[in-house]
């Protein structure tokens, strides 16, 4: 068995000199145990990057090792929040005692939410992409997070470039007629009287915030319903029919472009005491368009968030 074996990264020096930002490892596949919204701790498949900066430019590199197994020790001894990753930090960088001074971890994963439907009741899954990024600069802790959620979306133009084909459709049926309520009620139910609907497409709202320091818990669930209640469209899980036609109903009463979209957003997080900042993006994934219509907004503060 070898002993002494060397160690290049401790002994040897920097072929050039120079200090870096970020050095680690990105893409971790890690297993969590994952505590937000004061709920039960629940597993999620995670994938991390984890970095130190480098400030000794003779160094030759640090120890990834080191960060790895800390991460490691997070997976199968604790469960990730707010006080873990806080001390995760801290952990990263006191490991590398005269290298590094700042610290950074990105925790990717799916977020799975038992939804309602809207009228029936029934239940099913959704699945929210989620984004916690937890950073370790001068002494200062800052960690965000980011959610995405799909709504619809439905064509302002559209709706009414429509209602004005149900109207000229309208006028030719019963020009100069006499017109009884049942006629016009049959004709309404009938393909000839829907003669043009507007377009509608799956949309996705991208929001990122910076949590305020005394936030103790992730709040992935209240972020959510704060998008999902100030849009009125979320895209749905288990439907029946009478969803579905609850669905038809809130895209009609709630027609929206981009900017609408991202001033309903901007509206919802303004008054929010939790997050000290945020960065919004709406995509909509155009159904008349081959391009799709984006609309990116932040809170403004100074020295905060920019498009």
Same mark, same amino acid.
């Given at each position: ?26 893409? +971790?596949?890690? #297993? ?10 629940? #597993?999620?498949?995670? !994938? ?101 959620? #799909? ?11 429509? !209602? ?15 017109? =009884? ?12 009287? +829907?003669?043009?609907?507007?377009? =509608? ?69 303004? #008054?929010?005491?939790?997050? !000290? ?17 984006? =609309? +990116? ?11």
């Amino acid at each position: 068995m070898l002993t002494n074996m060397p160690d290049v990264a401790h002994s040897s020096t920097a072929q050039t000199q120079g200090t870096l930002d970020r050095v680690g490892m990105s893409n +971790i596949e890690v #297993p969590l145990m994952l505590s937000s919204d004061d709920a039960q701790a629940r #597993p999620v498949s995670a !994938r991390v990057s984890a970095y130190v900066n480098l400030t000794q430019p003779e160094a030759k590199g640090i120890h990834m090792s080191r960060l790895y197994l800390l991460l490691d020790h997070l997976s199968t001894a604790d469960q990730l929040d707010i006080t873990t990753l806080k001390a995760l930090l801290q952990d990263f960088i006191s490991s590398h005692e005269g290298l590094s001074d700042s610290a950074q971890v990105i925790v990717e994963f799916d977020y799975h939410m038992r939804r309602s439907s809207l009228v029936s009741g029934k239940q099913g899954w959704k699945a929210y992409p989620v984004v916690i990024n937890g950073q370790l600069q001068q002494g200062e802790i800052c960690i965000e997070m980011q959610i995405d959620a #799909p709504y619809s979306s439905t064509c302002p133009c559209s709706a009414a470039l429509a !209602r004005q084909l149900v109207q000229e459709a309208f006028m030719n049926n019963f020009d100069q007629q006499s017109i =009884s309520i049942d006629a016009v009620h049959e004709w309404l139910g009938s393909t000839q009287g +829907i003669v043009a609907t507007p377009h =509608s497409q799956r949309s996705i709202a991208e929001v990122k915030v910076k949590l305020a320091d005394n936030v103790s818990q992730f709040p992935i669930k209240a972020l959510v319903d704060l998008v999902e209640d100030a849009l009125k469209t979320p895209v749905q899980a288990a439907v029946k029919r009478e969803d579905e036609q609850e669905f038809a109903r809130l895209n009609g009463q709630n027609l929206m472009f981009c900017e609408d979209a991202a001033r309903k957003l901007q509206a919802a997080l303004l #008054p929010q005491q939790d997050y !000290r900042d945020f960065w919004l993006k709406v995509n909509h994934l155009e159904s008349l368009h081959a391009h799709d219509a984006v =609309s +990116i907004t932040t809170k403004g503060i100074t020295g905060g968030y920019r498009p």
